[in-house]
């Protein structure tokens, strides 16, 4: 089944590749436009954020889209968010009954699971957005469609997230960050509660009190969060 996806995108469909994110910064350094899409019925080395492997075998999603963002690049972090909240509009569409959370940075739960991950990266004036769903099959401590209960063929949850992401990106372009990070806190998962960050020297611990205006995580303090790992309270 070939997706339908809308103009914007130039599917690049393989296989089997190393990293679709890797091959999306391959085709953006020959020139590639934005839009190019990089799709992938599995990875031999799909990785998720800080060089964490990600699982990627037949079943799921693995895809990577080539932007070339007008906003200004340090603005460019946002797009995990507006892909978090675009493919939480397209499970919901494409699996009804099923409510995806969104877990700060770039994590999308469902029953407190992590069904799916979004890693960007940047290379000049190229930003790639890889975005993996557990479909078929997930690996421990996760969850994917399947298991909750959702039988979704894998070219309609592309077309899905597809459309909804060229709808939100094009919103973050116009009207900024405001709309997305509504969007994004109606679905927020551990706003409010007790969390703790892991950052790169050390782990904090608070109460997850704000988004801000830039994406950042703020903590009762004040402490602003712009990069890091969060564990959230149990029951959160």
């Known amino acids: 089944m070939t997706p339908a996806l809308p103009p914007f995108f130039h599917v690049h469909a393989l296989e089997t590749v190393g990293s679709t994110n890797a091959e999306a910064l391959r085709l953006a350094a020959a020139g590639a436009p934005a839009g190019t899409l990089v799709w992938a ?91 993996g769903v557990n479909v078929a099959s ?10 909750e209960g959702a039988a979704v063929a894998v070219p309609s949850l592309l ?34 509660g007790a969390v703790q960050v892991r950052l790169a020297d050390q782990t904090l611990s608070g109460t997850f009190t704000a988004l801000d205006e830039g994406g950042a995580l703020v903590l009762d303090g004040g402490r602003r969060i712009l990069a890091g790992d969060v564990t959230l309270a149990p029951g959160a």
Do not use: M
């Open 41 to 131: 019925r599995e990875q031999s080395g799909g990785r998720g954020r800080r060089g964490r492997i990600w699982e990627s075998p037949p079943g799921n999603l693995y895809c990577s889209v080539l932007l070339r963002p007008s906003p200004a690049r340090a603005d460019w972090g946002q797009v995990s968010f507006v892909a978090a909240v675009a493919l939480a509009e397209a499970v919901a569409r494409t699996a009804p009954g099923i409510a995806a959370q969104l877990k700060w940075p770039n994590d999308v739960l469902v029953a407190g699971r992590k069904l799916a991950g979004i890693l960007l990266e940047a290379d000049g004036d190229a930003l790639v957005a890889g975005i």
């Open 138 to 147: 997930h690996p421990d401590g996760a969850t994917s469609l399947a298991r």
């Open 159 to 192: 077309t899905g997230i597809a459309t909804a992401f060229q709808g939100w990106l094009e919103r973050w372009e116009v009207a900024g960050f405001t709309p997305v990070r509504a969007a994004w806190l109606h679905r927020a998962v551990g706003l409010g």
